[in-house]
Structure formats: C-alpha cells, structure tokens
C-alpha cells in the first residue's frame, strides 16, 4: 500500500548536521502519519520524531527535542529528518515509517501505531 525508502545517511563527525530524506509511493500520505526512528546495533528500536502528513503537527522524542527536526514536502510525498549537532550516541540505522493518521493532538510516535516501514539508511557519526 505505501513503499517507503529511506536516504541521506554517511559517514559524519561529530558536530556535523545531516538531513535524511525518506520518499513514499504507492498512495498519497495525506491520510498518514510518518514516524523516524533509529537502533543501535545491540539496542531496541527508539522512536525519534513524527509528523502528521496534513496539517504538518509534530512530535519528538525528548532525547532529541532541539537537536531534530521533522518536515515535509507536501508536493513530492517526502519526509525530512534534520539533525544538527551529532553525537556519536546518534549512530543507528535510522528508518522511516507510515500509520493511519490520528487528527488531533501531537501525532503519535509509538512504533506499535506504523505499519508500513523502510528498509533504514546507515548514519555513523565519528568522535
């Protein structure tokens, strides 16, 4: 129903910003939310960020509150992750995801609510 592909990950040093980009096809998104999330190696899946595709409402986990920021273009059915100020603690396979949207409050962000994923893309951030 919805193919999501993630890109935009690399190899970064510390303090570097990078903006991940993920691309949907299939259907339109105006009836979804699209979430980021990212896991370590060793570690569980962490939600990052969401974004309700209409109207444009967003939240973040509080762990990346002022360092991200979700967006997206309406027009091409793309989702942003900007993240500034990296820190080797943000080194994950970061994956992009869509779930039936929610119309009120701050999207949701548990990754229980998502039902189509990507395939992830690789950030590395080197000390």
């Known amino acids: 129903q919805v193919q999501l592909v993630e890109s935009g990950g690399g190899l970064v040093q510390a303090g570097d910003s990078l903006r991940l980009s993920c691309a949907a096809s299939?259907?339109?998104?105006?009836?979804?939310?699209i979430g980021w999330f990212r896991q370590a190696p060793g570690k569980e899946r962490e939600s990052v960020a969401a974004?309700?595709?209409?109207?444009?409402?967003?939240s973040y986990a509080d762990s990346v509150k002022g360092q991200s920021t979700i967006s997206r273009d309406i027009g091409k059915n793309l989702v942003y992750l900007q993240m500034n100020n990296l820190k080797p603690e943000d080194t994950a396979v970061y994956y992009c995801a869509a779930g039936v949207t929610d119309w009120s409050g701050r999207p949701f962000i548990r990754a229980e609510k998502y039902n189509y994923w990507g395939q992830g893309t690789q950030v590395t951030v080197s000390s």
């Open positions: 974004i309700r595709f209409t109207g444009g409402a967003t």
């Open positions: 299939g259907r339109s998104l105006s009836n979804f939310n």
